[in-house]
């Protein structure tokens, strides 16, 4: 387990889950419903509850303490890791490393400098709070010292925020993103944790934490919360995304530690509660994400944390685990959950995840939803990778997991899979045979948060091997959230598993979408319909394209039916399947899929309608990097279908079968 300096690739992960709000602009329209869970509490509710600066200590504070809640394991590996981080230096953060992002797009090399930094400070203040010997108190002040002197707590890809616009920080317009939110929190819980040993170097460092938390964070979202887009810019109709969870539940645990004008507290804490709102009004009746299951670490874990926040320092007065969209925003990741660490990758998700099962078993055990505390222990047994210090950027998320260790240590439940899931608003269909293939297909629109252009796609996998795949997201860099967002291939709908119509592949926006979309299940087969014309630009001349995708659990085969009518036929037509398995071509008509190990699936397609070609895509540029370990470094082929008619009415199957 490591605690300082973080992998590179880990880095790179967590930046990717951290997004960026330019991609949606704030503003993906979708149904807004006006729930305000957290206003169902009045100010007076929170008043009368709230337990004071003092009274509140939500984690342990002495040796005794840690002693009873962590195994000695823990603590072991705890300070050795603060041991390591001593031997490292706090770098600074030169001008031309900002000056990177606007020059040529690169924010790797910022934000590894910049979140390495914020590891070794959190490792440094973890391990002094379990030992308490003044061990690692220096470098703490070094570490604390360094966070006040830095100009911007944020990385440049979010200097949109500041009025100057990108470039270098401007000192005199303090913004408030994602990472900024990250490092008051760190402030916060280094006051919390080692308080008395910064007064006994000198009173002025806590002094200073709270100046610039204050400064940075506190006072912004205090006095100008509406000119955050992802607040909701004052708006109760605004949709949002993770950054909302992201930034308050950083915001509120900054405020219950750090302030102690209680008239503040209070005030500032029900202004948190009542944006939260915001967030959860925005999700569908269904709890799902439509960032993809990735997401749900950073938006759905960051809300539950802002949740076990309140329900702790308010005693369990104020509780909304029981509200039925926090229930299934709740079990949306275990529904999404394929077999192994693979996972229904749509949007910018990842198609495996190292999944956090402490988090996930804490959330079950909140929302009392004991298969999702069982989903959660088989995570954190077979998918983890026990670096509990690198799931996700949330510190206090990190102590929390730590106490819930042992409980969730002593359950390890067999591997639960997805037998049946459909989730309206999304419009997503995920079906499992019960006998090897596990099929999804969601209809949807091209204007959703963190959107890919792929009203329509579909995944198929067998023997729980990935056959037919979303490729996923790549390495976010300038243009991943730019107007040439959709150059970037695998976002386009050319890559999916989709037709490409006149040349043309699916449009970006809300407009561009699914309609008459129908769902069905029984227990002999699943299927989902759809028209996905409106997805396709005017001038590609779509009257209609009719999608039924059907799982026949009975003869365990997989069925692909296209019903179409174009006005014109000017341009190619032609229909994408991406694969990350070895394929053959017995004969035409044929596409065999090797599966890792044994076994093959086999799809079939009429020779007489179309002409096969085969494509190694390159993963090698800074863009798909991301890609390429996603998918472990293993070939990803593009086989595509090419039109040999010029119809333009008719209908295509396709049909997957598994072999021996």
């Not at 709230?50 to 195994?71: C, G, I, M, N, Y």
């Not at 006994?200 to 940075?216: A, F, H, N, Q, T």
């Not at 949709?239 to 503040?264: A, C, F, Q, T």
Request: proline share 5%; with cysteine; charged share 25%.
């Amino acid at each position: 387990m490591r605690i300082g300096p973080l992998p590179y690739l880990r880095i790179r992960l967590l930046m990717t889950l951290a997004g960026s709000l330019l991609f949606c602009g704030g503003a993906c329209p979708q149904d807004i419903v006006q729930r305000n869970l957290l206003k169902h509490f009045s100010m007076r509710d929170l008043q009368s509850s709230l337990l004071t600066h003092d009274q509140w200590s939500p984690f342990p504070r002495s040796v005794a303490e840690w002693t009873e809640k962590l195994p000695d394991s823990i603590r072991r590996r705890i300070v050795a890791e603060g041991e390591k981080a001593l031997h490292e230096p706090f770098a600074s953060l030169p001008a031309t490393l900002y000056l990177e992002f606007q020059r040529d797009g690169n924010r790797v090399n910022y934000e590894t400098a910049s979140f390495t930094k914020r590891s070794r400070l959190f490792a440094l203040v973890l391990a002094e709070a379990i030992e308490q010997k003044g061990r690692f108190t220096d470098a703490i002040v070094n570490g604390v010292w360094s966070f006040c002197e830095e100009s911007f707590w944020g990385v440049p890809a979010h200097y949109y925020l500041q009025k100057a616009g990108i470039g270098l920080p401007d000192v005199q317009d303090p913004s408030v993103d994602i990472f900024a939110s990250e490092t008051a929190e760190i402030l916060a819980l280094t006051d919390y944790f080692v308080g008395a040993e910064l007064d006994g170097v000198s009173p002025l460092l806590r002094k200073r934490i709270y100046y610039e938390v204050d400064r940075r964070m506190l006072a912004p979202l205090e006095k100008d919360s509406i000119a955050y887009s992802y607040l909701g810019s004052g708006r109760r109709d605004a949709p949002v995304n993770n950054w909302n969870p992201w930034v308050i539940s950083n915001w509120m645990i900054s405020l219950l530690l750090l302030e102690k004008d209680e008239g503040r507290r209070v005030k500032e804490l029900y202004h948190g509660m009542g944006l939260l709102d915001n967030y959860i009004n925005g999700l569908g009746e269904d709890g799902a994400v439509d960032e993809g299951p990735s997401y749900w670490f950073g938006g759905a874990g960051r809300l539950f944390d802002a949740l076990t926040m309140l329900h702790s320092a308010t005693a369990g007065k104020i509780d909304i685990y029981e509200a039925p969209v926090i229930r299934r925003l709740g079990d949306y990741i275990e529904r999404m959950h394929i077999a192994g660490n693979y996972f229904i990758d749509i949007a910018d998700a990842s198609p495996t995840i190292s999944a956090d099962g402490l988090l996930i078993y804490r959330v079950g055990v909140s929302v009392k939803d004991t298969g999702l505390e069982r989903f959660g222990a088989w995570a954190y047994h077979h998918l983890d990778d026990h670096d509990f210090y690198h799931k996700d950027f949330s510190k206090p998320r990190i102590v929390w997991n730590l106490l819930s260790l042992k409980a969730c240590e002593s359950i390890d439940p067999p591997e639960p899979l997805t037998d049946e899931t459909w989730f309206a608003d999304l419009q997503l269909m995920a079906t499992s045979s019960g006998k090897g293939f596990f099929v999804a297909s969601h209809g949807g629109h091209n204007g959703e948060s963190h959107n890919h252009n792929d009203v329509g796609d579909l995944m198929v996998y067998a023997r729980g091997q990935p056959v037919i795949i979303d490729v996923g997201f790549g390495t976010y860099t300038a243009k991943t959230f730019s107007k040439d967002r959709y150059s970037l291939w695998y976002l386009s709908s050319a890559y999916h598993n989709l037709p490409v119509i006149n040349g043309m592949p699916q449009a970006a926006g809300r407009k561009y979408e699914a309609r008459e979309v129908s769902y069905a299940s029984d227990a002999a087969r699943t299927e989902l319909q759809m028209e996905i014309a409106a997805a396709y630009p005017e001038e590609a001349g779509v009257r209609s394209w009719k999608r039924r995708v059907t799982l026949d659990k009975s003869k365990n085969e997989v069925w692909i039916r296209d019903a179409f009518q174009l006005g014109k036929r000017t341009g190619a037509l032609s229909q994408t399947f991406m694969t990350v398995c070895p394929v053959e071509v017995p004969k035409p008509g044929q596409i065999l899929f090797q599966l890792p190990g044994k076994g093959k699936v086999l799809l079939e397609y009429d020779p007489r309608a179309w002409e096969l070609k085969k494509e190694l895509m390159d993963t090698s540029g800074p863009d798909e990097t991301r890609i390429a370990d996603n998918w472990s470094h293993r070939p990803i082929w593009r086989l595509l279908l090419v039109s040999k008619t010029r119809d333009k009415t008719g209908v295509f199957r396709y049909r997957i079968t598994q072999m021996p």
